[in-house]
T-cell receptor, first 115, second 109 residues
Framework: DTGVSQNPRHKITKRGQNVTFRCDPI?????LYWYRQTLGQGPEFLTY????????KSRLLSDRFSAERPKGSFSTLEIQRTEQGDSAMYLC?????????????FGQGTRLTVV | GENVEQHPSTLSVQEGDSAVIKCTYS??????FPWYKQELGKRPQLIID?????GEKKDQRIAVTLNKTAKHFSLHITETQPEDSAVYFC????????FGAGTTVTVRA
């Protein structure tokens, strides 16, 4: 599969636990986004990377959220001390910015349920 | 940051009729405007996009128009079919991709 891959697909965790999600973008893509989506809403921007550099993090994102893309390839999103309000679908998308704005491809997402 | 407004939030049309979704954006630096379709339980997928140097683009039953002066763009689906039922998202890209809240389209047979 040469598309964007996210793992795990589903995660159930107890409130207060830490969780980490992984995103493997399309191999030649240098731009990687993380979004959060709740039922009936559009993807909400969390953060994005250009290669290994994290260029912006949403002001709405608490310091419990952190993301990395250490070698400019895969990325991880960690949520510390999870809260019930963190329950959502977490989507990763990638694109190639070398030729300007181009199509962003989404992964299947990781559905997080905090109980 | 970019703010994208999308209307309507829900749209019900009779099969064969047209559907129109409208979006506005705030950042004049935005120069790329994609539209995504998301079926229940699936990932968003691009259906059409338009760049700022183009006013209109068409692909079979789908068309998108862009008015840069007014900062709005629209999706038009003609001859709607039941398989067009989904949630549609507009987005704008200045230096990052920002999405509207979505429009749930239901095509009645």
């Amino acid at each position: 599969d040469t598309g964007v891959s996210q793992n795990p697909r589903h995660k159930i965790t107890k409130r207060g636990q830490n969780v980490t999600f992984r995103c493997d973008p399309i191999s030649e893509h240098n731009r990687l986004y993380w979004y959060r989506q709740t039922l009936g809403q559009g993807p909400e921007f969390l953060t994005y990377f250009q290669n290994e550099a994290q260029l912006e993090k949403s002001r709405l994102l608490s310091d419990r959220f952190s993301a990395e893309r250490p070698k400019g390839s895969f990325s991880t999103l960690e949520i510390q001390r999870t809260e019930q309000g963190d329950s959502a679908m977490y989507l990763c998308a990638s694109s190639n910015r070398d030729r300007g704005n181009t199509e962003a491809f989404f992964g299947q997402g990781t559905r997080l349920t905090v109980v | 940051g970019e703010n994208v407004e999308q209307h309507p939030s829900t749209l019900s049309v009779q099969e064969g009729d047209s559907a129109v979704i409208k979006c506005t954006y705030s950042d004049s630096a935005s120069n790329y405007f994609p539209w995504y379709k998301q079926e229940l339980g699936k990932r968003p997928q691009l259906i059409i996009d338009i760049r700022s140097n183009v006013g209109e683009k068409k692909d079979q039953r789908i068309a998108v128009t862009l008015n840069k002066t007014a900062k709005h763009f629209s999706l038009h689906i003609t001859e709607t079919q039941p398989e067009d039922s989904a949630v549609y998202f507009c987005a704008s890209d200045d230096y990052k991709l920002s999405f509207g809240a979505g429009t749930t389209v239901t095509v009645r047979a």
